[in-house]
């Protein structure tokens, strides 16, 4: 562990090595407009591409590429070689308009209709604010991605702008209460990643994982997570392997993998980082996902990382945890000793708890997928519904302005443990409330609806957003206020009065919940058909619209895009359960049909007196459920094929939904049924247990 410091972004162009590497001057310039959101000149580009090639070459790099993230859920990248012909041999140069502007051919990114097929041309440029990499040989450089005619079809974009969006607001309204040494606002975020790992071997016989990424079929072991002896367990050697080999591999990308350990399901574990800017923690997020993946296949494992792999047990979600802090080190999250009076804090939740009720549609938005449809409303993850839980100090503080009462707080009781041994120590003011979907801890809110495949992008660019929307309201009511204590104070009463309702302290799995959330007049959006129905609501293209995030037409197109995404998911899935189902399940239960029968028959034939009544129950039974299957197969066949001819993306998305993961569910049912009663040597696929167990 000694190495650590050493190895620790041994791979990264980070702040030590442009310190080292670039004149005074240039360092300065670049470290401007990383910090200060300044203009790049390109002769400061020019000399940092020197170094950057320099320093790549001396790492063993031959070729560099613009790493970005299109709308295609996974990054891209197109590598370049630096060689540059010279004389009869060649030399290796880099310069500042080759760092700056990258030109990958966009015909075949999702553009959700803003670009036609033969229209190819588009752009990625150089995102100074995250550090450049070496990778596989490769120096890769973070950017944003955009079409020809400036639409932006990448993920990272809409980050930044909403970071910047949200700095600005924030440090208006920070003007106004006194704090004008505060010159830029950031939001950090530390995203937890959930994942399976599965031998490599089994991986490779099963269609369904190869292809969709969870199992279309298959019968829950006679064990799964109900004794709930793997959440926190003992790590097995191969797996404890792996996660070295992780940790070690992120850490020299600078990534700053913190917390390891078993998950909830068999076969499941979890990757904490500590928290970073929200545009870094996106790129090493992403960063994490495909190194957990290229480290598994070293160990002969596979990782992964869709949302529900295995029907019975847990899926894996990603919990964001996201705050809000100043350049002079303040947490403007953070209730400090006396929230009472802290009416800085208190106007930063208001904002926050405005902004999830009145946006609580976009937020459900930003985790639906296909993948996640399986988690949300089960009870592994937080519920359709969106709510914030406050805990019961912050609680009783919002209740307290509401009403007008004094506030008490309960204060950091000591837990006594009662053995000498052991030390006293102070608890928390409240406890965790983990079926919150999102959920105060301390000085941050925890996001827990994410799915684990996704792009953390999305949701942080759609929260840094709307809370800037309302930081920007609060900053026009009190700019301009005669008694700006009396006009904060009653701002804050009226926020919190009228937008308590998305504040729920309770159980959030129970079927009361769902009563009293309807009640109250919260959405409950179980599908991603159903949630992204409103992604064009008016007030939601009017809040990115408005603070120049994305555009209407860029909104339209990136609800096509998941709309389109979603279908073709499931049309995937379907699909593939067909082929499963005619090519491999139906001939292998035939298969030990016959076997039984023959048994039977040779039963028979040795002494009529022997009783088949165990053949001749089984054969009946399969035969029946066969039958059953076939006309299963064949009715999700043509609820497919039906689907698919659909021309409107959102009618065509209910009809998947509806109509053909419907039957998805009732061929599955009868085919994993049917894997309970055949024999292991005739069932073509590994099975559960083989799955959750063996590695």
């Known amino acids: ?25 240039t360092y300065k310039a670049l470290k401007k407009t990383v910090e200060n959101g300044e203009p790049l000149d390109e002769g400061v580009a020019n000399v940092v591409a020197n170094a950057m ?54 015909s075949s990114f999702p553009s959700g209709g803003i670009r036609a097929t033969f229209e190819a041309r588009g752009y990625t440029t150089w995102d100074p604010t995250s550090p450049a990499f070496v990778r596989d040989g490769s120096l890769y450089i973070p950017t944003a991605f955009c079409s020809y005619t400036g639409e932006v079809l990448d ?5 930044l702008r909403s970071m910047e969006r949200l700095s600005a607001e924030a440090v208006k309204v920070l003007h106004l209460l006194g704090k004008t040494d505060v010159k830029r606002v950031a939001t950090t975020v530390g995203p937890e990643q959930e994942y399976f790992l599965v031998d490599k071997d089994l991986y490779e016989q099963r269609e369904d994982l190869k292809l969709c990424g969870r199992t279309l079929f298959g019968a829950m072991a006679p064990k799964g997570q109900e004794l709930e002896d793997h959440y926190f367990g003992s790590i097995k050697t191969r797996v404890a392997a792996y996660m070295k080999d992780l940790d070690e591999e992120l850490w020299k990308l600078g990534v700053l993998a913190k917390t390891k350990h078993n998950e909830v399901a068999p076969a ?43 029907k019975g047990v847990n899926g894996s979600g990603k919990h964001n945890n996201w705050s809000i802090s100043t350049n002079t080190g303040e947490n403007l999250l953070s209730p400090g000793k006396n929230p009472e009076t802290n009416y800085q804090f208190q106007l930063f939740l208001a904002a926050v708890v405005k902004a999830v009720d009145e946006y609580q549609d976009l937020l459900r938005i930003t985790v639906a997928s296909a993948g996640n449809d399986h988690r949300l409303g089960a009870n592994e993850a937080p519920p359709a519904i969106i709510s914030m839980y406050l805990g019961d100090d912050l609680d009783a503080l919002v209740r307290s302005v509401i009403n007008g009462d004094d506030y ?70 009190l700019k301009d206020a005669e008694d700006l204590d009396a006009a904060l104070k009653a701002l804050i009463k009226d926020t919190f009065t009228a937008h308590q309702r998305i504040i729920f302290n309770g159980d959030n799995y129970s079927a009361e919940w769902v009563e009293e959330a309807e009640r109250r007049g919260l959405y409950n959006l179980k599908s991603l058909p159903e949630a992204l129905a409103h992604f064009l609501d008016e007030k939601n293209v009017n809040l990115f619209v408005s603070n120049n995030i994305i555009s209407a037409d860029e909104m339209h197109a990136r609800y096509e895009i998941d709309l389109e995404t979603y279908c073709k998911q499931l049309n995937i899935e379907a699909l593939t359960m067909v082929d499963m189902a005619r090519k491999n399940i139906t001939p292998a239960v035939s298969s030990f049909v016959r076997e039984l029968t023959d048994t039977a028959l040779a039963k028979k034939a040795l002494s009529e007196s022997i ?85």
């Not at 562990?1 to 001057?25: C, H, I, T, W, Y």
């Not at 993920?155 to 980050?159: D, E, G, I, V």
Request: hydrophobic share 40%.
């Open 1 to 25: 562990m000694s190495k650590v410091p050493e190895m620790f972004g041994s791979m990264v162009f980070n702040d030590k090595v442009m310190q080292e590497r670039l004149p005074k001057a």
């Open 53 to 106: 090639k320099d320093w790549a070459v001396e790492l063993g790099c031959t070729h560099f590429t613009h790493w970005f993230q299109p709308m295609t859920g996974v990054t891209a990248e197109k590598h370049d070689s630096f060689i540059t012909p010279h004389g009869d041999g060649v030399i290796m140069e880099f310069s500042g308009k080759e760092l700056i502007k990258g030109e990958p051919d966009a």
């Open 155 to 159: 993920k990272k974009t809409p980050l």
């Open 268 to 310: 499941q574990h979890e990757l904490a980082p500590i928290f970073s800017t929200s545009n870094i923690a996106t790129d090493h997020n992403e960063l994490t996902m495909e190194i957990m993946q290229k480290v598994a296949e070293k160990h002969n494992l596979v990782c992964l990382l869709h949302e529900k792999p295995f």
């Open 408 to 477: 008490k707080s309960h204060g950091k009781e000591r837990m006594h443990t009662g053995v000498d041994v052991l030390a006293d120590f102070k608890k928390d003011n409240s406890d965790r409330n983990r079926t919150s979907p999102f959920a105060f801890t301390g000085n941050k809110f925890e996001f827990r609806a994410l799915g684990s495949a996704l792009n953390i992008a999305c949701p942080n660019y759609m929260l840094n957003t709307m809370v800037a929307e309302e930081l920007s309201q609060f900053y026009e009511a």
């Open 611 to 695: 009783s088949v009544n165990v053949e001749l129950k089984l054969i009946n039974s399969l035969t029946e459920q066969l039958e059953q299957f076939t006309i299963l197969t064949d009715e999700l066949e043509n609820e497919t094929k039906a689907a698919a001819e659909i021309e409107d993306n959102q009618e065509k998305a209910f009809a998947y939904r509806n109509k053909v993961f419907e039957k998805m569910e009732a061929l599955r049912a009868v085919g994993d049924e049917m894997e309970t009663r055949t024999a292991s040597d005739f069932w073509p696929y590994p099975s559960y247990t083989e799955l959750l167990f063996g590695v």
